[in-house]
């Protein structure tokens, strides 16, 4: 499982550098710059939820098919997921584009007095990346280097863009060289009735899940907003972004973990399935705990170093947040391998209930219920965070220990 997650968690780094960097240099465009992006995030999670039903269901169906030496069926998976992801990526693009300025500009009634610019700034980042390197783009694009334009936020979702649609065209060409051990070609690529019914009945839920999660990040967003204005926001998105790296080494467990899985139950060993979760929870939270220390102790520099402009409220702000976040990192360790398990399983209407619990049921209420009801405070919403991981990592903990042998067990009966 950790050979495996080594190459994931390197590409998880490249994807998260991606979203840090813009932070890192529009924090030293201006503290809106920062919120701006904080609040176009759970709209551009909405676009991404429709690519992870493609994503995990495919790779689980081809972990599977794997497992039961089912060579062709695993690259007729693989393709079948390839068209199926293009096919959605361009959909949902088309619908960010239509509606990402009319969403945002809701939130100036929010925040009539500084909600307008931020939402400005966010819909000029949306709008550029529903269109389609961020180390070297971004400075030139934000700051107008050289023969470049000065495009402020728009060149931060045009260095994205560009890095995107760079790592698509080198895959295509890649796959076309057949640098992908002989699993597929440009030739093999097609749709199958049966290959995409297995990976929806998979990749649904999950994507589900992606889409509540994002719809109920919304609400929270504009709480801090609401509490805390433009201060609370960036505050919020740094915190955010700090934690994407920290979660890198247990997204790519996870990934690893589900593909795992999989491959265990294609070849009808349910107890390796169910032991490998039980230590991608205990690598995965001890990892993460050593981590959350760490940012715990650094909390300031690493506020200082993502926006230098923060005002002193958001430096302050972000410090909390920092700290109040690292508390929960184990219990986030855990949630993923858990998620893992039941995913590999093909269970993943597990993971999407837990999710609308966690989110829905513990996150949102006493968020709302601190900042609406209980003096109005942003440290309320900070507390909610970490709570509602705690909640659904125990949870969780709880009802696979419950079911975990039955579950593998009828998994690995009908497995194919």
């Known amino acids: 499982m950790l050979i495996l997650a080594v190459p994931l968690v390197v590409q998880n780094v490249v994807q ?31 676009l991404f939820a429709g690519v992870f039903v493609t994503f995990v269901g495919t790779q689980i169906v081809v972990s599977r098919r794997v497992g039961a030496t089912n060579q062709a069926g695993a690259r007729t998976a693989q393709a079948t997921g390839i068209v199926m992801a293009l096919a959605v990526g361009v959909i949902f693009s088309g619908l960010m584009a239509l509606m990402a300025g009319p969403l945002l500009r809701l939130l100036s009634m929010v925040r009539s007095e500084s909600g307008l610019a931020v939402t400005e700034l966010a819909i000029q980042y949306l709008s550029v990346l529903a269109l389609c390197g961020n180390v070297v783009l971004d400075p030139l694009l934000i700051f107008g280097l050289g023969p470049f334009p000065q495009l402020g936020i728009t060149g931060a979702a045009l260095a994205t863009a560009l890095g995107s649609l760079a790592g698509m065209l080198l895959a295509i060409g890649l796959i076309s060289r057949g640098r992908n051990d002989s699993m597929l070609t440009l030739a093999c690529l097609g749709i199958d009735r049966e290959t995409i019914n297995k990976i929806l009945s998979v990749g649904a839920p999950v994507g589900g899940q992606q889409a509540a999660r994002q719809l109920l990040r919304l609400p929270i967003y504009l709480l801090v907003f609401l509490a805390a204005g433009g201060a609370g926001l960036a505050a919020y998105t740094i915190g955010a972004r700090v934690a994407s790296i920290a979660f890198v080494p247990p997204q790519g467990l996870q990934q690893a973990a589900q593909s795992v899985v999989g491959q265990n139950l294609g070849a009808e060993r349910p107890d390796r399935a169910r032991r490998t979760v039980w230590l991608g929870v205990t690598v995965a939270s001890g990892a ?129």
Request: aromatic content about 12%; hydrophobic content about 55%; charged content about 10%.
């Open 288 to 416: 993460l705990l050593v981590v959350g220390l760490g940012q715990w102790i650094a909390a300031g520099p690493l506020a200082i170093g993502f926006a230098p402009t923060l005002s002193s409220e958001g430096f302050s702000l972000t410090v909390e947040y920092l700290q109040i976040l690292a508390i929960g990192y184990p219990t986030l360790g855990a949630i993923y391998l858990f998620e893992a398990g039941f995913n590999g399983a093909d269970r993943s209407r597990i993971s999407f209930v837990s999710t609308l619990l966690q989110y829905g049921a513990v996150r949102l209420p006493i968020a709302a219920i601190g900042v609406l009801f209980l003096g109005g405070s942003v440290t309320s919403v900070f507390w909610a965070v970490t709570i509602s991981n705690a909640a659904t990592a125990l949870w969780l903990a709880w009802y696979y220990d419950a079911v975990g042998d039955g579950l593998m067990g009828r998994a690995a009966a009908v497995a194919q």
């Open 16 to 46: 998260v550098l991606q979203q840090v960097i813009d932070i890192v240099f529009l924090g030293r465009l201006s503290g809106d710059a920062v919120a701006a992006v904080g609040l176009a995030t759970p709209l551009l999670g909405l």
